[in-house]
């Protein structure tokens, strides 16, 4: 499988021994797929997706629709994201300090004491988020130091609404979204060289983007994937 976008869309692209091009468009968060047949080339698959893009918006507002209407509670059955996939959570009720741990790839198991509100919930969950992160970040942040060649002196995990990321020039100090905790590591990664960049340049400029095109050429189709459903309803900013 690899991945080419469309319209700022992000498309992946499987190659089979099939007559006929399949486009789907699959919840939670609208991934579009097409299975195209051996002879079939991108340009190809990338006119046939543009020839359905009306449908593939529609079917996409659906589903982010339908996402946004279920307020998370906090208990079993409902779907939360880690890294970049979708878990089924499953609330488990024990005498004991709380705890999460990932199960088979399908599951969250939340442990908390019973009688335990949707606040306190959420909090178990959301720590677990941070150090997931925080275990996460450290090696990017090295790996990006020494590739871009400028130096953090601080880094954080804040609950932001509206950015994704933040970069404090003067201080050089970056602040990072604990909702990134949802996201792929690629997203994060990307984040990440995002706000390195901005210690050479501090505005979205030309320069900016020139900077992003050497360091990760493939940025574009990491923005598009960071800003899919189920966290693109509100204007990302970073
Ligand atoms: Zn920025």
Request: proline fraction near 4%; include cysteine.
């Amino acid at each position: 499988m690899h991945q080419i976008t469309v319209n700022g869309l992000v498309v992946d692209v499987v190659r089979k021994k099939i007559k006929n091009l399949h486009l789907a468009v699959y919840p939670p968060n609208g991934r579009i797929r097409v299975a195209a047949p051996l002879h079939i080339d991108d340009e190809a698959v990338r006119l046939a997706v543009i020839s359905r893009l009306a449908w593939i918006k529609r079917q996409q507002a659906t589903f982010e629709s339908q996402e946004r209407q279920s307020e998370r509670e906090f208990v079993s059955g409902e779907s939360h994201y880690y890294l970049g996939n979708r878990y089924l959570l499953n609330v488990i009720y024990h005498d004991a300090p709380p705890k999460v741990i990932l199960r088979s790839n399908t599951h969250i198991d939340l442990f908390v004491r019973k009688g335990s509100s949707i606040a306190r919930r959420e909090r178990v969950l959301l720590n677990w988020y941070r150090r997931g992160l925080k275990e996460a970040i450290p090696p990017l942040i090295a790996k990006w130091e020494a590739i871009i060649g400028v130096e953090v002196s601080e880094w954080r995990i804040k609950q932001m609404k509206t950015k994704w990321g933040t970069c404090n020039i003067e201080q050089r100090r970056i602040w990072l979204n604990l909702e990134l905790a949802k996201k792929s590591e690629r997203c994060l990664e990307y984040i990440i060289v995002h706000e390195l960049i901005h210690l050479l340049e501090r505005l979205h400029n030309d320069h900016f983007i020139a900077l992003m095109d050497r360091f990760m050429p493939q940025w574009r189709l990491l923005r598009a994937e960071l800003n899919q459903a189920p966290l693109a309803h509100e204007n990302w900013e970073y």
